[in-house]
């Protein structure tokens, strides 16, 4: 018997099979990012000082229930309510869809559908009534590629640190909101959004704002103005959880740059406690 005839053939590759193994995979990580949660990058300054830019974070998905809105990949018609819906609760820093363009945006629940919501001279008012407000020891941020100070503020909040090094120092409060939750905000000068007329949330929405205060387009501001407006219950699509890892912007395609990257000590944290 030659070596040739013991040879056992090679069954030939089944691509069908392939190809609906695979389509399953990306429906189970589909279903997954839709229902239970996922990752989400910060991209902007608009929630410093909790966040910073580069920071990686995991969404979870079903704590406000399910609406139109909810599957990574836009398939439903617009649909009023949700399924398994549940309100957010004040302080809850939550993943929102954008009125106008459906983008993902990251902003704080601040008021529920009843509530009055107001600014003066920088401070929130709550229902009438002052929240509790502090001032704390300012937030010194490095400065990297992707966390330079504020365009408007750069010569009057850009430092060195004792170290030697360049951060952004910038004047730093601590909110607490009824209830007890509590969190750090940043309010670096006078702004047109300092101001505002008292507006209660209709049923059915909810008030947003960003921890930076002045770098932060949010529900003070009308949908017209780029803003979120009154935000509809069906635009809340998850919860953020936690920090797992955060990247100061450095890298390239060298993998010898990734690891110089990463914030050492922005990893593993938790959020809306």
């Given at each position: 018997?030659?070596?040739?005839?013991?040879?056992?053939?090679?069954?030939?590759?089944?691509?069908?099979?392939?190809?609906?193994?695979?389509?399953?995979?990306v429906l189970a990580v589909l279903?997954?990012?839709?229902?239970?949660?996922?990752?989400?990058?910060?991209?902007?300054?608009?929630?410093?000082?909790?966040?910073?830019?580069?920071?990686?974070?995991?969404?979870?998905?079903?704590?406000y229930g399910y609406s139109y809105?909810?599957?990574?990949?836009?398939?439903?018609?617009?649909?009023?309510?949700?399924?398994?819906?549940?309100?957010?609760?004040?302080?809850?820093?939550?993943?929102?869809?954008?009125?106008?363009?459906?983008?993902?945006?990251?902003?704080?629940?601040?008021?529920?559908?009843?509530?009055?919501?107001?600014?003066?001279?920088?401070?929130?008012?709550?229902?009438?009534?002052?929240?509790?407000?502090?001032?704390?020891?300012?937030?010194?941020?490095?400065?990297?590629?992707?966390?330079?100070?504020?365009?408007?503020?750069?010569a009057q909040y850009r430092a060195?640190?004792?170290?030697?090094?360049?951060?952004?120092?910038?004047?730093?409060?601590?909110?607490?909101?009824?209830?007890?939750?509590?969190?750090?905000?940043?309010?670096?000068?006078?702004?047109?959004?300092?101001?505002?007329?008292?507006?209660?949330?209709?049923?059915?929405?909810?008030?947003?704002?960003?921890?930076?205060?002045?770098?932060?387009?949010?529900?003070?501001?009308?949908?017209?103005?780029?803003?979120?407006?009154?935000?509809?219950?069906?635009?809340?699509?998850?919860?953020?959880?936690?920090?797992?890892?955060?990247?100061?912007?450095?890298?390239?395609?060298?993998?010898?740059?990734?690891?110089?990257?990463?914030?050492?000590?922005?990893?593993?944290?938790?959020?809306?406690?």
């Amino acid at each position: 018997m030659t070596e040739a005839s013991t040879t056992v053939a090679k069954k030939p590759t089944n691509w069908a099979h392939e190809l609906w193994q695979l389509f399953l995979l990306v429906l189970a990580v589909l279903a997954v990012h839709s229902f239970i949660a996922k990752p989400f990058y910060i991209p902007s300054g608009s929630m410093l000082p909790t966040l910073f830019i580069g920071d990686r974070l995991i969404v979870s998905k079903f704590p406000y229930g399910y609406s139109y809105l909810s599957p990574s990949i836009e398939v439903l018609p617009p649909i009023q309510g949700r399924l398994l819906g549940s309100m957010p609760a004040r302080g809850d820093i939550a993943i929102v869809k954008a009125p106008r363009d459906h983008v993902a945006w990251i902003k704080r629940v601040i008021g529920l559908p009843g509530d009055t919501v107001q600014m003066k001279d920088g401070a929130l008012w709550l229902n009438g009534v002052p929240v509790q407000r502090e001032r704390v020891a300012d937030t010194e941020i490095a400065v990297s590629p992707n966390s330079d100070c504020l365009t408007i503020v750069d010569a009057q909040y850009r430092a060195t640190s004792a170290a030697g090094t360049q951060v952004c120092r910038y004047p730093t409060w601590r909110e607490t909101l009824p209830g007890g939750r509590s969190y750090l905000t940043l309010d670096v000068g006078e702004m047109p959004q300092d101001n505002t007329p008292p507006v209660i949330v209709p049923e059915g929405h909810v008030f947003l704002m960003g921890d930076n205060r002045d770098n932060s387009q949010d529900s003070r501001f009308d949908v017209s103005r780029d803003g979120l407006g009154m935000l509809p219950i069906e635009n809340v699509v998850g919860r953020a959880e936690f920090i797992t890892f955060s990247l100061d912007g450095s890298t390239d395609w060298n993998p010898m740059t990734w690891l110089g990257a990463v914030r050492t000590d922005r990893y593993l944290i938790g959020l809306n406690n």
